[in-house]
Antibody, heavy 118, light 107 residues
Framework: EVQVVESGGGLVQPGGSLRLSCAAS????????MSWVRQAPGKGLEWVSS????????YYGDSVKGRFIISRDNSKNTLYLQMNSLRVEDTADYYC???????????WGQGTLVTVSS | EIVLTQSPATLSLSPGERATLSCRAS??????LAWYQQKPGQAPRLLIY???NRATGIPARFSGSGSGTDFTLTISGLDPEDFAVYYC?????????FGQGTKVEIK
């Protein structure tokens, strides 16, 4: 069974940093691009970032470019999102999703909540 | 960036009725459009990929059509479990973008 499970969310002050992780199982992790998508409370979905199968190519949304870094460790079947210089407007549920490069996001985790507040 | 505009914002229907949701792109996305369903407190679920292909396990009452800039998601007969928010997303160009969502609510 394909599973992706996010962790690492929590409360952080503006300007702070946080690293999210996404543990994948049930599929050959290194054969799939991966993505992060977020959803602010009561709002719609916003694509954040995607990374290619081997990690050599990455893309970011304008709202996080220069502050967030997506990475992956295929030996650990894990996707990461390093979030720096966090802002109040980064408060959201962050979802890890398989795909998003040459295909749609076909499997999603349950999300991890990041709250940026003083 | 490609802007996706979904209409209507809210659709009020009764179980068994047909639902027709629209997604319009600001420029052509070919057939690289997906539809997702999201229920309160849950993660999104992929319904349709590449405009018209049902994802694994998705019931046949869900169908997608369109290409270029105009796309439609049709639910042929609403089941009580289908009342949710639906989003379209394009993967034609970076950045990937979502529509603002259509809420299908019980009338």
């Amino acid at each position: 069974e394909v599973q992706v499970v996010e962790s690492g969310g929590g409360l952080v002050q503006p300007g702070g940093s946080l690293r999210l992780s996404c543990a994948a199982s049930g599929f050959t992790f290194g054969s799939y691009a991966m993505s992060w998508v977020r959803q602010a409370p009561g709002k719609g979905l916003e694509w954040v970032s995607s990374i290619s199968e081997r990690g050599g190519d990455t893309y970011y949304g304008d709202s996080v470019k220069g502050r967030f870094i997506i990475s992956r460790d295929n030996s650990k079947n894990t996707l990461y999102l390093q979030m720096n210089s966090l802002r109040v407007e980064d408060t959201a549920d962050y979802y890890c999703a398989r795909g998003g490069w040459s295909g749609a996001n076909d499997y999603w985790g349950q999300g991890t909540l990041v709250t940026v507040s003083s | 960036e490609i802007v996706l505009t979904q209409s209507p914002a809210t659709l009020s229907l009764s179980p068994g009725e047909r639902a027709t949701l629209s997604c319009r792109a600001s420029q052509s996305v070919g057939s690289y459009l997906a539809w997702y369903q999201q229920k309160p407190g849950q993660a999104p679920r992929l319904l349709i990929y590449d405009a018209s292909n049902r994802a694994t396990g998705i019931p046949a009452r869900f169908s997608g059509s369109g290409s270029g800039t105009d796309f439609t998601l049709t639910i042929s007969g609403l089941d009580p479990e289908d009342f949710a928010v639906y989003y379209c997303q394009q993967r034609y160009q970076w950045p990937r973008t979502f529509g603002q969502g259509t809420k299908v609510e019980i009338k």
